[in-house]
């Protein structure tokens, strides 16, 4: 199914939205005005969540175009239009004057970027929201016709929005659970490498959770983190899973780049950003000695864990390209370490005090385990 992955790659819009918590990120990177930064694209908030920190630079990669045609949208519209255009667009996910605002960005956009979102700006101007969209967006429209069709499982949802309590919101996913998760067509979905390249996870990923995540298998491990997730957070400071229950986010549980009052720092910062398509490998062989004091590699060992050599090869670029005590954060869907090359496993100082728990790992739930350390 790898095929249908590298497809999806190529120029899908496979994430909508990041799903790496940014309040766990900037807790431990501790950016600053001397902070160079390198990090992966995905869906870019949270690169413009760390401007909010003023780094002196970001370098943010991703191999699929479509990826970073989102972001460089959201820049473009950061730079060149109103807070409440950004919100529309993003927040709400519908906007009804789509075609002229792209032609007032087109200045704004690369070539690539500008045709991108020429053929798609129906992802803002129908009935459905922007998040609605793109692979992952598949999943959360399943969910939304799923909700129309069901009362009682629509009702459940509702109530769950509302809670007023953490207690009352947990009992409530255990019954939502019992009515979405255990069942034949969840369990084969769950299951389904088709499925799961819709969500953005390869091959790799999925037998990465069945040899080193404890739960063993991708089905278990979804169920159990969501389980934990909304024992844990509350979902109205919860905007990774409001967003997916809702379609859309609320000025009051959103990413902090669509909130009012960060607007116009953002506007000043991100000029700051420089996107590059490409692989990750080559933008760190392109990239000069000493070039970054933060790199961010999201799930990247993960796609290549059982590619030891490809490991080494990354990690001896990552050492020549980093700054003398740079700050390195990646997350996986493994556990532990174990995966990982002795290299990178003992040429960091993992600070696992600050990463332990499933709290620690953020709201989202996706993910066995944060890594963060300082490079020696």
């Known amino acids: 199914m790898n095929f249908l992955f590298k497809y999806f790659v190529k120029d899908q819009l496979i994430f909508n939205s990041s799903w790496e918590d940014p309040a766990i990120d900037r807790k431990l990177l501790e950016l600053n005005t001397e902070s160079d930064v390198l990090t992966i694209t ?74 991108f979102w020429k053929k798609r700006k129906h992802y803002f101007s129908s009935k459905l929201p922007f998040y609605h969209y793109g692979t992952s967006g598949l999943i959360a429209r399943g969910f939304y016709y799923h909700l129309k069709l069901n009362k009682k499982l629509r009702s459940k949802v509702n109530e769950m929005v509302n809670c007023s309590t953490l207690e009352e919101q947990y009992l409530l996913h255990l019954e939502l659970e019992n009515l979405l998760f255990h069942n034949i067509i969840a369990k084969f979905l769950l299951k389904n490498k088709f499925m799961l390249s819709f969500l953005g996870i390869p091959d790799a990923q999925a037998k990465l959770v069945e040899v080193h995540n404890d739960y063993h298998n991708m089905y278990d491990f979804i169920v159990g983190s969501l389980r934990t997730v909304f024992k844990e957070f509350p979902l109205s400071q919860n905007y990774f899973w409001y967003l997916y229950i809702k379609g859309q986010y609320s000025k009051e549980t959103c990413p902090n780049y669509l909130k009012e009052e960060n607007f116009e720092l953002l506007r000043q ?41 490809t490991q080494l090869k990354v990690w001896v670029e990552i050492k020549r390209v980093a700054k003398p005590k740079a700050k390195i954060l990646f997350r996986s869907a493994a556990s532990n370490r174990e995966y990982l090359i002795p290299e990178i496993r003992n040429e960091i100082d993992y600070r696992d005090d600050l990463t332990s728990g499933f709290t620690n790992r953020g709201r989202v739930g996706t993910y066995g385990s944060v890594n963060f350390g300082v490079m020696r």
């Open 269 to 309: 910062n991100v000029s700051k950003v420089n996107l590059v398509t490409d692989t990750f490998f080559n933008q760190l062989k392109n990239s000069p000695d000493n070039s970054y004091s933060h790199i961010i590699l999201l799930d990247h060992f993960d796609w290549f864990w059982e590619d030891r050599e």
């Open 42 to 115: 995905s869906a870019g908030d949270n690169i413009l969540d760390y401007l909010l920190d003023s780094p002196s630079s970001i370098t943010s990669v991703d191999l699929n175009p479509a990826q970073n045609a989102l972001a460089e949208l959201k820049i473009a519209t950061i730079k060149n239009t109103s807070y409440d255009t950004l919100f529309d667009l993003f927040g709400y996910g519908q906007y009804d004057k789509i075609e002229p605002l792209f032609d007032n960005l087109k200045s704004q956009l690369s070539p690539t970027s500008y045709n």
